[in-house]
């Protein structure tokens, strides 16, 4: 369901349906779109979170598609906001993010693409998760300060090339995704952002972060040859 676009010009709202909720998505398809990326936001956050569209944009003038939506219903966000149970439900965000993954390979304008996830924070976790649900569809995962740890035992099950962007003074979290990058088995890189905190907030440290997973996505979703490289 088309809706018209609240914040970013190049999007256009849509509804996703999963099972008997409904999630909101922002879907921008820049011309001649290489690849779609999917969007899996952390903990307590939601579509609107600046950081992912601001990476999402940048992603977009490279000529990826981009996928950002909610995890969970306005209801359940509700119920999640006194509990905060469902955000750090990891097989749960996974489902999810595989039906609105499916949901996508239904769209006429989305199907010939092929798929990454950008995964941030607990939102990776489910990126991996989903990842490995989908070794046909997924073919490449970015994750940004996330917390592939809690995949635990689905880690070595990942296919899809995955690069883990951390911040140079994310400390715990670093060393969270160097013991993960070391359970994997696939293609996988790590590339730490100098001076740059969990929220990457420090002049140029999003930029960093965009310009990464652009060069990567666009390796392993777009272009020529991208079948030769799968």
Do not use: C
Request: cysteine-free.
């Amino acid at each position: 369901m088309w809706q018209g676009g609240k914040t970013d010009p190049d999007i256009r709202e849509v509804q996703v349906q999963v099972g008997d909720v409904v999630l909101g998505g922002s879907l921008g398809i820049p011309d001649g779109a290489e690849g779609l990326v999917i969007f899996a936001h952390g903990s307590g956050s939601s579509r609107f979170s600046p950081r992912n569209r601001a990476v999402a944009r940048a992603l977009r003038a490279q000529g990826l598609a981009t996928l950002l939506f909610d995890l969970l219903s306005e209801e359940e966000e509700v119920e999640d906001a006194g509990t905060g149970e469902l955000r750090f439900d990891i097989p749960f965000l996974a489902r999810r993010l595989a039906a609105v993954t499916e949901w996508a390979e239904r769209q006429p304008a989305l199907a010939p693409l092929r798929m990454g996830y950008f995964g941030s924070s607990t939102g990776a976790a489910a990126a991996l998760v989903a990842a490995a649900l989908h070794p046909d569809l997924i073919h490449a995962v970015v994750s940004r300060g996330g917390r592939p740890d809690l995949a635990g035992p689905v880690l070595p099950r990942v296919q899809a090339p995955t690069l883990l962007l951390v911040g140079g003074q994310d400390v715990g979290v670093l060393e969270l995704n160097e013991e993960s990058l070391a359970r994997m088995e696939g293609l996988k890189g790590i590339q730490i952002i100098p001076g740059a905190t969990h929220l990457f907030e420090e002049p140029g440290a999003l930029e960093q972060v965009a310009r990464q997973a652009a060069a990567w996505f666009l390796r392993f979703l777009g272009g020529v040859g991208a079948e030769a490289r799968a």
